[in-house]
C-alpha cells in the first residue's frame, strides 16, 4: 500500500507534463542526453527567446537600452534566484558568471591572517581548490583536505558531519565543502554540518568564528532546501547546469553577516560606482551587490536568468526535486542489479541526487564512455584522480530513455 506521501509524490509528478518540458530543449534526437545536466545546460524555449530578445534590443541601441535597463533587469534576475532559493534579501547575492567565478572571487576577497587555515576536503572540485590554494599562498595561510567518510558504499550523514567537525582546529577560520560530489554524486548533509559548525562557534571569539562555504552547484536546480535551511555563511553556483539557466551565469549568496569578511577583487558596475565616482562616502556595509564583479558582461544572459528561474517555477520546485530523483533511483536500482556494474552514488536520496557514478569491469572510465557514445548515449568521465563514468538524468530525460541506457550498460558485460 502507498503512503500518503507516496501518494502526493505521484499526483505532484502527475500534475506535470514532463513531455511538454522535454519540448522546451533544442536536444538532438540523435544521442540519449545523460550526461548535459551537470555539464552544460541546453535552455529551454522561454530561456532562449529571452536572449533573442534581450540581443536585438541590445543591438539595436547598445548604449540607450543599458543605461536604462541594465539596473532594473539585473535586479529582477537577482530577486529572481533569490526568491527561488529562499533568500530573505536580493542585495546580498553576487551574481557571476559561474561557479568557478564564484569560487574565485569569494576566497580571493577573504581577508586572512597569516597563520589561519583554510579546512576542505578530498572531494571538492578542481575551482574550489585551486581557489583555496591561491587565497592562502597569498595571505601566508595554509589549507587541508579531509576525507569525508572510510568507505562510500558505507558512509552516512554523521560520519560526515564528525568528519568534519573533528578536524576543525583553533587556526581554522574557513570550512569549504561540496553539496553534491561531482566525482562520486554524494550529498553532503550541509544543514547539519552548519548546525554544527554553528555550536562549535558558541565557544569562538567574533572574530574568529568558523565561516562555511559551500559549493552548491550540483544541488541547486534539483533539491529543495532554501539557503535559510542550509544555514551557511556563503552558497556558491552555477546556474548553467541543473537551473537549465543561460551559460555563464552564476552567483553567490551570503549572509550580510558573511560578506563583511570580504572585499571585491573584481569592482562592481553597480550603484556603488557613481558613489565612488563622486567622491561620496562608500556604503559602510559589503553587500551582494558590490560583490557583483563589473565591466560589461553577456548582459542578455544575465537578464535571461530570471525567465530561466520562471520557467523553473513553473514545473515546481518539488515536483522538480521528485523527477529528477526518481529518474536517477530507477537508474541507480537497474545499476546495482548489474553483477558487472559498480555503482558508487548511494542509492539512498538524502546521500544523492543528480549524479550517478558507475564503474564496469574490465573496461576503463574512458572506454565505458565510448562505449555509450557508440550506442548514442551521452556519459562523462568525471574530473577526478579517480574517474568513474557519470550518467545524469534530468528533467527532459524519460524513463525509456533510462531503460535504454541500462540495456546499453548491460551489453557491456
Ligand atoms: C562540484 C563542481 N564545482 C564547480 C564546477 C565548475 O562549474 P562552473 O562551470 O559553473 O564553473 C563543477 C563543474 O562541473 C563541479 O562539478
Same mark, same amino acid.
Given at each position: 500500500m502507498q503512503t500518503n506521501s507516496t501518494n502526493d509524490?505521484?499526483?505532484r509528478q502527475a500534475k506535470v507534463d514532463w513531455d511538454n518540458i522535454r519540448a522546451q530543449f533544442n536536444l538532438s534526437k540523435e544521442y540519449i542526453h545523460l550526461a548535459s545536466s551537470q555539464f552544460l545546460a541546453s535552455m529551454p524555449t522561454p530561456v532562449r527567446e529571452a536572449i533573442h530578445r534581450y540581443q536585438q534590443a541590445l543591438d539595436k541601441d547598445p548604449e540607450l537600452y543599458t543605461e536604462e535597463n541594465e539596473d532594473p533587469l539585473m535586479q529582477n534576475t537577482r530577486k529572481a534566484v533569490a526568491r527561488y532559493f529562499g533568500h530573505p534579501e536580493p542585495d546580498d547575492l553576487a551574481m557571476t558568471d559561474s561557479t568557478t567565478m564564484g569560487l574565485g572571487i569569494t576566497y580571493s576577497g577573504l581577508g586572512l591572517e597569516k597563520g589561519q587555515e583554510i579546512l576542505t576536503t578530498e572531494h571538492d572540485h578542481y575551482s574550489h581548490h585551486e581557489s583555496i590554494r591561491g587565497v592562502t599562498y597569498r595571505y601566508g595561510a595554509s589549507f587541508r583536505r579531509v576525507p569525508m567518510y572510510e568507505n562510500l558504499a558505507e558512509v552516512t550523514q554523521e560520519e560526515m558531519v564528525h568528519s568534519i567537525v573533528n578536524a576543525i582546529g583553533e587556526q581554522t577560520r574557513v570550512v569549504g565543502i561540496t553539496w553534491v560530489h561531482s566525482s562520486t554524486g554524494l550529498k553532503t548533509p550541509v544543514t547539519q554540518i552548519a548546525q554544527a559548525i554553528a555550536k562549535l562557534n558558541q565557544?569562538?571569539?567574533?572574530?574568529?568564528?568558523?565561516?562555511?562555504?559551500?559549493?552548491?552547484?550540483?544541488?541547486?536546480?534539483?533539491?529543495?532546501?532554501?539557503? #535559510?535551511?542550509?544555514?551557511?555563511?556563503?552558497f556558491v553556483s552555477g546556474c548553467h547546469k541543473w537551473a537549465y539557466g543561460p551559460r555563464g551565469t552564476g552567483f553567490v549568496a551570503a549572509t550580510s553577516e558573511a560578506w563583511q569578511h570580504v572585499t571585491p577583487v573584481i569592482p562592481s558596475f553597480t550603484d556603488v560606482m557613481d558613489i565612488v565616482i563622486a567622491e561620496k562616502e562608500r556604503p559602510n556595509k559589503m553587500n551582494g551587490k558590490q560583490m557583483t564583479p563589473g565591466g560589461f558582461h553577456s548582459l542578455e544572459y544575465r537578464w535571461a536568468l530570471n525567465d530561466a528561474i520562471q520557467f523553473l517555477e513553473s514545473i515546481g520546485k518539488e515536483e522538480i526535486y521528485e523527477r529528477v530523483h526518481y529518474l536517477n533511483r530507477l537508474c541507480k536500482e537497474g545499476l546495482a542489479s548489474m553483477p558487472h556494474v559498480t555503482l558508487h552514488t548511494p542509492l539512498d536520496d538524502e546521500l544523492s541526487a543528480?549524479?550517478?557514478?558507475?564503474?564496469?569491469?574490465?573496461?576503463?572510465?574512458?572506454?565505458?564512455?565510448?562505449?555509450?557514445?557508440? #550506442?548514442?548515449?551521452?556519459?562523462?568521465?568525471?574530473?577526478?584522480?579517480?574517474?568513474?563514468?557519470?550518467?545524469?538524468?534530468?528533467?527532459?530525460?524519460?524513463?525509456?530513455?533510462?531503460?535504454?541506457?541500462?540495456?546499453?550498460?548491460?551489453?557491456?558485460?
Open positions: 509524490t505521484y499526483t565557544s569562538r571569539d567574533k572574530d574568529n568564528k568558523v565561516l562555511l562555504l559551500v559549493d552548491g552547484v550540483h544541488g541547486f536546480g534539483i533539491e529543495r532546501e532554501t539557503f #535559510q535551511e542550509l544555514g551557511c555563511d556563503f543528480g549524479i550517478i557514478s558507475f564503474e564496469v569491469d574490465g573496461l576503463s572510465t574512458e572506454d565505458v564512455v565510448k562505449r555509450m557514445l557508440e #550506442q548514442k548515449i551521452t556519459c562523462t568521465a568525471a574530473p577526478y584522480l579517480t574517474s568513474y563514468a557519470r550518467f545524469t538524468p534530468g528533467i527532459y530525460n524519460t524513463e525509456e530513455e533510462i531503460e535504454k541506457a541500462l540495456a546499453a550498460v548491460n551489453s557491456l558485460k
